[in-house]
C-alpha cells in the first residue's frame, strides 16, 4: 500500500531530484512530493567533494563531513525532517567505494602531505585527507596500493581497459581492488575503514535517511560491504547496475538491481518505432531477461545518460512530451515495479569570465565563469 494516506495498492514511485539544494528540496517534499503521494526522494552524494562546477565533483568525497553543494549539515536535517513529516522518505546516494582523485598539487606527493582543499575546507592529498570530523581522516594505509608504493593503486577501471580487469566479466569482483577512473578505492576490509563507513551511515541513518542507492556498487565486495551497511535496518537498498548478468543472490547483499533496460524499451516502443508497434509496449512484463522484476528498480532516466539536445534513442526530459508520455507510462504499467522519476537542472557555459578573470583560468579553478 502506498500513495496519499497509504491507500493505494500500487508499487512505490521515487523521485530524485538531482542537484536540488536542500531547502529547495524542503519545500518539495511539502508542497508537492508528499501531498501528491510519492514514497520517497533520492538526494545527491552528502558528502562533502571537491571544488568545481561539473555534476561529477559530487561523485569524488573528500570526507565523511556533511557540508556540500547542496547545502550546510544543519539544512540537510531540516530537509530530511521537512520530507519525513510530508510523508516521504529519503534516499541517500552513497559512496563508499574510494575518495576523491589527487588535485594537481598532490598528484606526485609520497610524503603524506595534503595540499589539496575541498568544498568545505578540508584538506586531502594522494591516498590522505584530514577528514571533516577527526574520525574520518584516513592514510594510504586505508587504501588498495602497491606493495612499496603506497600512494600507487594496485589497478586501473575505466574506458581504457574495457571496464574489465584481468578477466572476462566483472561480477567476479576482479576489479574490486582497482582505482575506478584514477580514484584511490578504499580498502573495505581493513576494520578501521569498516568503522569510519559505518559511522558515517549511522549519521545519516540517525537523522531520518532510510533509504540507499550504492555508487559503483559492482566492484566492492560483498563481504565487507554487508559487514558496513547492514548494521541498519534500511527499508531499501539498491546498486548502481549496468548490463553485467544478474548475480543470484546478489540482491540479499546490495538490494535491488538497477535496471535501465525498461526504460529503453519504452522509449523505442513509443517514440521510435511506427505507430503499428506502439501497442506492444502493454506486452512488457520486464527489463532485463536476467533480472526478475521484483529485483529490479526502474529509472525513468539517469544523469549518466544525459544528452546535450533531445535525442530520441536516450529516454531524458530534453525530448518534451515524449519523455512525459514515457514517464506516464511507467507510472501506469501493468506488473509489479519500483519506478524512480528524475528531476535535474541544465546550464549554459558563458564563454566570457567576470572581469579580470580569464574563462580558462576561471574554470581550471573549479569555479563557473
Known amino acids: 500500500m502506498g500513495g496519499i494516506g497509504g491507500r493505494q495498492r500500487r508499487s512505490p514511485s521515487y523521485v530524485k531530484l538531482w542537484e536540488w539544494n536542500y531547502v529547495d528540496v524542503a519545500r518539495e517534499c511539502q508542497e508537492t512530493l508528499g501531498p501528491q503521494g510519492f514514497d520517497a526522494v533520492q538526494l545527491s552524494p552528502l558528502t562533502e567533494h571537491v571544488t568545481g562546477h561539473q555534476w561529477w565533483v559530487r561523485y569524488q568525497p573528500v570526507s565523511f563531513g556533511l557540508n556540500s553543494r547542496s547545502g550546510a549539515a544543519s539544512e540537510l536535517r531540516r530537509a530530511v525532517a521537512a520530507c519525513r513529516a510530508g510523508g516521504v522518505a529519503v534516499i541517500a546516494d552513497v559512496v563508499l567505494n574510494h575518495m576523491a582523485r589527487p588535485c594537481h598539487a598532490a598528484e606526485a606527493q609520497t610524503d603524506g602531505s595534503t595540499p589539496c582543499v575541498g568544498w568545505n575546507g578540508t584538506k586531502y592529498g594522494n591516498r590522505q585527507t584530514q577528514g571533516a570530523h577527526g574520525w574520518d581522516a584516513a592514510g594510504p594505509k586505508d587504501f588498495h596500493h602497491q606493495e612499496g608504493h603506497v600512494t600507487w593503486g594496485t589497478c586501473g577501471v575505466g574506458p581504457e581497459t574495457g571496464f574489465l580487469c584481468g578477466s572476462l566479466v566483472t561480477t567476479d569482483c576482479s576489479c574490486c581492488q582497482c582505482d575506478m577512473y584514477g580514484l584511490p578505492d578504499w580498502n573495505l ?67 535491488l538491481y538497477r535496471d535501465l533496460h525498461f526504460m529503453r524499451k519504452v522509449a523505442d516502443l513509443l517514440q521510435l518505432q511506427g505507430p503499428n508497434q506502439a501497442a506492444e509496449v502493454v506486452a512488457l512484463s520486464r527489463g532485463d531477461y536476467f533480472i526478475p522484476p521484483e529485483e529490479a528498480l526502474y529509472p525513468t532516466c539517469f544523469h549518466d545518460g544525459r ?56 574554470l581550471s579553478q573549479g569555479g563557473l565563469c
Not at 519500483?338 to 579580470?356: D, F, N, R, T
Request: charged residues 15%; proline residues 7%; hydrophobic residues 40%.
Open 189 to 255: 576490509t581493513r576494520p578501521e575503514v569498516q568503522q569510519m563507513q559505518s559511522r558515517h551511515l549511522s549519521e545519516l541513518f540517525d537523522m531520518g535517511v532510510t533509504m540507499l542507492r550504492v555508487d559503483a556498487a559492482l566492484y566492492m565486495e560483498s563481504g565487507p560491504f554487508a559487514a558496513i551497511v547492514h548494521r541498519f535496518p534500511w527499508d531499501l537498498v539498491y546498486q548502481e547496475w549496468w548490463h553485467e548478468l544478474a548475480v543470484p543472490g546478489r540482491t540479499e547483499v546490495f538490494g
Open 307 to 362: 544528452t546535450d539536445n533531445a535525442d530520441a534513442g536516450t529516454p531524458t526530459y530534453k525530448n518534451g512530451l515524449a519523455f512525459h508520455q514515457q514517464q506516464l507510462f511507467m507510472l501506469a504499467s501493468p506488473f509489479p515495479v519500483s519506478v524512480l522519476l528524475w528531476s535535474g537542472y541544465s546550464w549554459k557555459a558563458i564563454e566570457q569570465g567576470p572581469p579580470g578573470c580569464e574563462s580558462s583560468d576561471c
